[in-house]
């Protein structure tokens, strides 16, 4: 009897899922995500859901993003936990949609993986918040399905990321030293790429991300049917 009570999550969960494909888009700051995730949605038969930025810069009146980046010490785990919160419910959402694969931007793994690693490794965090926000991390990631087919890295070096994330001029972000990407950046290839880190949650496709807007968007219309169908 034993194989019958391990398991936490129904069957008729896993049944659901397994017809579910879900694509995480993952890569630094400004790496080019979101025109990654558009392209795909006008041109695929997918569900995308909705970035959860918008609510990161207002919640409630509250700008917990801003707040982060002006003083990560007081208000790291403040933003995380809020974005542990947007990313587990879009995790989530994937089960009431349509369409049979849908695209996310980032997920929870990434949040914590990358930005909680960078904020307590870099000595912005004290240890206990790091070690709430993993018990949470922990007991979600255990007790809820949250399936991921295949992860799209846009590997762009922190250079680029740098260059369009000047040109965008968002308000928050004009803080955001190249050091901060470069961070980030080595974070993610020791995820990804030299998977020395952390377990990978989905197995990995790479897109090289240097190259700009009309030679990436060929490269996606090259990558299509390997985005679409690879992975679990
Ligand atoms: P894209 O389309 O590749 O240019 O992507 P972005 O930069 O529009 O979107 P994204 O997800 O890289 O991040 C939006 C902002 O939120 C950016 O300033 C980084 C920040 N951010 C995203 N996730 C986290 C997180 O888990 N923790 C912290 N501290 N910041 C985060």
């Known amino acids: 009897h034993k194989h019958q009570t391990r398991h936490k999550v129904p069957l008729f969960m896993v049944i659901v899922f397994v017809m579910l494909r879900m694509i995480c888009i993952e890569g630094n700051i400004a790496s080019g995500k979101t025109t990654c995730l558009e392209y795909f ?14 609510k990161w810069r207002n919640v409630r009146g509250h700008n917990p993003l801003a707040l982060m980046y002006q003083d990560p010490t007081r208000w790291g785990l403040t933003m995380q936990t809020y974005v542990q919160l947007t990313m587990m419910e879009r995790h989530l959402s994937a089960k009431s949609k349509a369409g049979p694969v849908c695209m996310m931007e980032r997920s929870i793994f990434s949040a914590k993986y990358i930005f909680v690693e960078n904020l307590y490794k870099s000595g912005k965090m004290p240890e206990v918040d790091y070690v709430v926000l993993t018990e949470w991390f922990d007991w979600i990631t255990t007790n809820l399905y949250m399936p991921i087919s295949l992860i799209v890295y846009l590997q762009a070096s922190p250079e680029t990321c740098y260059e369009r994330l000047k040109q965008r001029c968002r308000e928050e972000e004009k803080v955001i030293p190249l050091d901060y990407l470069r961070s980030i950046h080595q974070l993610y290839e020791d995820w990804l790429i030299n998977q020395s880190s952390f377990k990978l949650p989905a197995p990995v496709l790479v897109i090289p991300a240097d190259e700009d807007l009309p030679a990436m968007l060929r490269r996606y219309e090259e990558s299509r049917d390997r985005v679409l169908t690879s992975g679990n």
């Open 41 to 54: 949605s006008k041109t695929s038969n997918m569900e995308v859901l909705a970035e959860p930025v918008s």
